[in-house]
């Protein structure tokens, strides 16, 4: 079965310390994976997708496709940076048919204290 | 501007009175989808819709039924709420389930 598995309800850091928001998944398949943000009172928005490799907003996450997981870190968190963050998995179904399921994780949130 | 607007934004109702909440984008995605969002249990896709006329179900569809007659619409439908269904409830759209749209929310309660 499909799953993602953010193991961390909330996360409670200092301002200027890295931070590590973990997610595990569970696919046989080739996934895609997206980290997702909700800042308060503001919508869910796409933080970034593996496939991309982009850093947002200084938030870089790598694919660990031995250890199934795709964890969020930034060297070095900001008050701004407090949310609620997502990770999410849809299943690959070849190149160009990627089927319609996202799976989301639980989700974490996130602390930055002064 | 690019949007995805949910209507009504809040809603109080009773057990088994049908209701409708909407979804419209202005975006001309080809993908749009219907989550539900619990404490404790993350947002759960309760349906998708690849295309026009093409909707299945995701991890959480029972109670719930939707229709793709346009390209911009995408209403839930719940034909006889029950108090387990109350939550909160987020449309979304996207040129596929890679990059998606969020609305706003809508918050129901089912008495």
């Known amino acids: 079965a499909q799953r993602v598995t953010q193991p961390e309800k909330l996360l409670s850091v200092f301002k200027g310390a890295p931070v590590e928001l973990k997610c595990n998944y569970s696919y046989s398949g080739s996934p895609e994976l997206f980290w997702y943000v909700q800042y308060s009172r503001q919508r869910l928005q796409l933080l970034l997708r593996h496939i991309s490799r982009e850093s947002i907003k200084g938030f870089t996450a790598d694919l660990n496709k031995g250890e199934t997981s795709f964890h969020l870190k930034k060297p070095f968190a900001q008050e701004e940076d407090s949310a609620m963050y997502y990770c999410?998995?849809?299943?690959?179904?070849?190149?160009?048919?990627?089927?319609?399921?996202?799976?989301f994780g639980q989700g974490t949130e996130l602390s930055v204290k002064p | 501007e690019a949007q995805v607007t949910q209507n009504p934004r809040y809603l109080i109702t009773v057990t088994g009175k049908k209701l409708t909440v909407t979804c419209s984008q202005n975006m001309n995605h080809e993908y749009m989808s219907w989550y539900r969002q619990d404490p404790g249990l993350g947002l759960r896709q309760i349906y998708y819709s690849m295309n026009v006329e093409v909707t299945d179900k995701g991890d959480v569809p029972e109670g719930y039924k939707v229709s793709r007659k346009e390209k911009r619409n995408f209403p839930l439908i719940l034909e006889s709420p029950s108090p387990n269904q109350t939550s909160l409830y987020f449309c979304?759209?996207?040129?596929?389930?890679?990059?998606?749209?969020f609305g706003p929310g809508t918050r129901l309660t089912v008495l």
């Open positions: 979304a759209s996207g040129a596929g389930p890679n990059e998606q749209f």
């Open positions: 999410a998995l849809t299943p690959l179904r070849g190149i160009y048919n990627q089927g319609g399921k996202l799976i």
